[in-house]
């Protein structure tokens, strides 16, 4: 199967490199002529485990190649995943320039009888969309369907996620573009769903905000824990033994960030507002993880008083781990009240550091990243824990306290056990537990 994938984001790359393991002919294509120059020599713009490795072995063996000829790339192929951005819009709303664009090209350069598939995630209907564009812009006869297939990796197991995924997502109308569809993904017949395509556009939308909302309601039952004796972890634990409910995406702390659960669940709102339907399920869903950061900087205001002249270490600035990702991470939304209430930063961060300074350069003085978590802390009045690396689970924590000007310890992702960090003379303070 020839196949073109337009986009080189974070889902055009594994995507690409993805199904060139699957065994097709891939052409991954993107109009900045130096990102692909960068890529084909094997410099990968994002830190995802296991990428690099699995483009490197494809490019190797000729399965894979990158592109910056847009045009060529729909040409030469049967079936063109559209993988481009959709960014959250003014209000709120995707917003579809990018994938009216490619549309438009896909018509210039329709050749023969293509499959064009919805990767990235877009709104319900926007298939009706795209074959109108296409076919407003074609120059000829040419037949072509659309299709949607909703991409579900997670940043930091996303080679992972879809190499072995969990389910298919195939939504089409024709049983021509059906059965290329199913071609794509033999070998994983047993997960596949077939359904029509609003179904499947919407699939994408109601799962990562029934996540979200997952994440919303044990933050919420995270807030009744610390007004009584109720542990948060336990909460969590003794739900998530009925599996019905699941254990998965019950961990309480400073709330949902990244490029898709933020900005995803305002889609879905505004998809619903617009189609008349009450989403004031998912309004709330949004506004409980919004007061996530005022209700963990209300636990650091209660251990110092004033934030104003005060060091405040933060260790992990990427939404989540194993990412180098900062894209709507409460870190950025911490870092900045902090700054904004007068206090100096020292910042660490594995991975997501050099993001981080694009946003908050060092200046040495309010703003300092430091080199190890131990160097972050130096002098400091608090530090704040924002995401959850393993490897602060290895911290010596003795070494951390030395070096800081009070022991005074929030940890915003239930990381530690709150005994043994007390044994170590810190004041601490987690989510929904005492
Ligand atoms: C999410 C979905 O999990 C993927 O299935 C989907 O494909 C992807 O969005 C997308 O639409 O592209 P991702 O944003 O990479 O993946 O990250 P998640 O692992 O879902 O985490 C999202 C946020 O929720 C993080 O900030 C994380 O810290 C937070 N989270 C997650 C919690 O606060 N508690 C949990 O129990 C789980």
């Known amino acids: 199967m020839k196949i073109a994938v337009l986009g080189t984001g974070y889902v055009g790359l594994v995507t690409a490199a993805g199904l060139a393991e699957f065994g097709h002919s891939v052409v991954g294509a993107d109009k900045m002529a130096d990102k692909i120059e960068r890529i084909r020599r094997g410099e990968i713009p994002i830190y995802e485990p296991g990428l690099g490795a699995l483009l490197a072995a494809n490019l190797r063996r000729g399965t894979l190649s990158f592109s910056a000829d847009l045009a060529a790339a729909v040409q030469a192929a049967d079936v063109l995943f559209v993988c481009v951005g959709t960014p959250q819009g003014d209000d709120g709303s995707a917003d579809m320039a990018q994938i009216e664009e490619v549309s438009r ?63 298919i997502i195939i939504g089409v109308e024709s049983d021509r573009a059906r059965d290329l569809m199913l071609r794509i993904y033999d070998r994983h017949k047993d997960r596949i769903l077939v359904t029509n395509i609003d179904t499947a556009e919407l699939i994408k939308h109601a799962s990562n905000s029934f996540l979200a909302l997952k994440i919303s309601y044990i933050n919420l039952m995270a807030n009744l824990c610390e007004r009584t004796e109720a542990d948060v972890e336990l909460v969590a634990k003794g739900m998530g033994l009925d599996p019905r409910i699941g254990a998965r995406f019950l961990k309480a702390g400073i709330g949902f960030g990244g490029s898709c659960f933020p900005k995803d669940l305002k889609a879905l709102i505004k998809i619903g507002e617009d189609l008349g339907v009450d989403m004031s399920l998912l ?37 989540k781990p194993e990412t180098d990702d900062v894209r709507e991470a409460p870190s950025i939304r911490i870092v900045q009240a902090l700054l904004d209430e007068g206090a100096r930063v020292r910042l660490y961060d594995p991975k997501a550091a050099d993001n981080m300074r694009e946003l908050f350069p060092e200046d040495g003085v309010r703003v300092v990243y430091g080199a190890s978590p131990a160097e972050a802390a130096e002098g400091a009045n608090a530090l704040l824990v924002c995401t959850d690396w393993a490897e602060f689970l290895d911290l010596d924590l003795a070494n951390v306290k030395e070096r800081m000007a009070n022991p005074i310890f929030i940890d915003g992702r239930n990381l530690y056990d709150p005994a043994a960090v007390r044994a170590l003379g810190f004041e601490y303070f987690s989510i929904g537990r005492k």
Not at 120 to 146: A, C, G, H, M, Q
Request: aromatic letters at 8%; a positive charge.
């Open 105 to 167: 090209l896909i018509a210039e350069n329709l050749n023969g009888y293509k499959v064009v598939v919805e990767k990235s995630t877009v709104p319900v209907k926007t298939s009706v969309w795209i074959k109108r564009t296409i076919s407003l812009y074609k120059k000829n006869e040419e037949e072509f369907d659309v299709a949607s297939n909703p991409e579900f990796l997670r940043e930091g197991s996303a080679v992972e996620d879809f190499l072995h995924p969990d389910r």
């Open 283 to 319: 309004k709330e869903t949004d506004r409980i993880n919004q007061a996530r950061v005022r209700l963990f900087l209300d636990k650091l205001k209660s251990a110092l008083w004033i934030l104003g002249d005060k060091t405040i270490a933060v260790l992990g600035l990427a939404f």
